[in-house]
């Protein structure tokens, strides 16, 4: 409290004032509970050109009753306002989303509730988990309610068809652009394939004749395009990392 005021949660203003710091070249929000997704953070986040265009909006599941359940605190069809008003705000948007089978309770038709919405959600990647019991957690005592270990593994895979089908469509709708990233760095098997990431938080694996430093920026033509990353061409570096930081680097 401010004196008889209450103090508003003004996270766009952070986001803001982050973005504007001398030096930070990218801004990664992530991973915000989707009922508290708001206007401003998604103007905010199209606003600055230094906060990525990459929102991890965790799903969970796609049945109210599971997501009623699980305590998220909003429905399918609130879930998927939200990501439309998200992809309208903020230009090239790319969207993940973490997604559990199996949670105790689930039957095949909320199963399919699932699959519907992330068939509509058209997501750029998916982190699929099967449901394991923590201890402490409500969950983890409904063990009556536990889902055959059968049916969650062919659940699952079927989950797996529907977000890589749309992970590939996204990823071959990038072939022939350049897109810009950040060098993380070469690959411990050959080093002249570097892998860089974008804006969108997408992988690109990418050869060069020359050494770059982690941290560097550049841009690649997008030749190729797969599941889980894109390959290009080195087109140009735009500038040299300035700090000397260590990036975790995924390459092929």
């Known amino acids: 409290w401010l004196g008889d005021r209450r103090a508003r949660p003004l996270f766009a203003d952070l986001l803001t004032a982050v973005s504007n710091v001398e030096g930070i070249d990218r801004v990664r929000f992530t991973s915000p509970q989707p009922k508290d997704l708001r206007e401003d953070t998604i103007a905010a986040m199209a606003s600055n050109p230094s906060v990525c265009s990459h929102l991890h909006f965790p799903l969970q599941s796609g049945s109210d009753r599971v997501l009623a359940l699980m305590h998220r605190g909003y429905t399918a069809e609130r879930y998927l306002e939200k990501l439309v008003a998200a992809r ?27 699959l519907e919405v992330a068939a509509a959600a058209e997501y750029d990647s998916a982190y699929t988990f099967i449901f394991s019991p923590r201890e402490g957690t409500e969950a983890a005592d409904m ?72 941290g560097t920026l550049a841009t690649a033509l997008i030749t190729e395009a797969s599941t889980h990353f894109l390959r290009g061409e080195l087109v140009d570096v735009l500038s040299v990392s300035r700090h000397r930081t260590r990036f975790a680097v995924t390459a092929g």
């Open 143 to 214: 063990v009556d309610q536990f889902c055959d270990p059968i049916e969650v593994g062919d659940r699952f895979e079927r989950l797996r068809v529907v977000v890589e089908r749309s992970a590939l469509a996204k990823h071959m709708a990038r072939i022939g652009r350049t897109e810009e990233m950040i060098v993380e760095g070469p690959s411990k098997r050959d080093p002249e394939v570097f892998t860089g990431r974008t804006a969108q938080n997408k992988l690109v694996h990418f050869t060069s004749d020359r050494p770059l430093r982690s």
């Open 88 to 114: 309208a705000g903020i230009p090239d948007l790319a969207v993940t989303t973490d997604i559990i089978v199996g949670y105790p309770g689930e039957t095949e038709e909320d199963f399919e509730r699932t």
